[in-house]
């Protein structure tokens, strides 16, 4: 299944304000009225914790390979898969709700253009290592012409959340006119 919502990963340290940062993207798009997707890389080992044990965890420990409760309107999914193709399939999932853009939550290492969140200059390391970088939302603390940030980056302090997301509107425009 060919992807048709553009994908954008924001990553970062833990505690650089991913999560923080992402809320306030859905409530500006969901505001421009743009269907958003989020999927969640759970980065801190071990399996995600559920939180109840519902009847469709029972089937799901039990060995099912999936477990889909719905009810009003809402969905929670518990699946197996392995993991060389799971963030394929996963965004594969979130095509049913036909977002026009996901949001990946980490996965550093895939290949989607990146807004990266810098905490504090040690944190500069991390463009080094990671390809794609579009974006970088620079805590205050954070010189904003470090050596180590590319030339052909867009650059952001913290507090510019708007200028980001309109810069990220235009950004989602060429690749619509590019399809």
Known sequence: MALVAPVWQVVGYQNSG???FILS?????????IETAVLKHHGHGGKPDS???KDSDKHFHAGAAAALVEGEGFIHLQGRM?????????????MVFNPEIIILEGYKKAPYPK???I???EGLSLLEELTNCQAVLLWPEVN???????FDVAVFSLEE???IFEWLMGKMKLNHERI
């Open 18 to 20: 991913k999560t923080t």
């Open 25 to 33: 993207m859905i409530a500006y798009l969901k505001e421009k009225g």
């Open 51 to 53: 939180t109840a044990w």
């Open 82 to 94: 392995d993991e060389e193709s799971f963030l394929h399939k996963n965004l594969a999932l979130l």
């Open 115 to 117: 807004i990266v969140l």
């Open 119 to 121: 905490r504090e200059e």
């Open 144 to 150: 904003k012409n470090h050596e180590w940030i590319p």
């Open 161 to 163: 959340n708007m200028q």
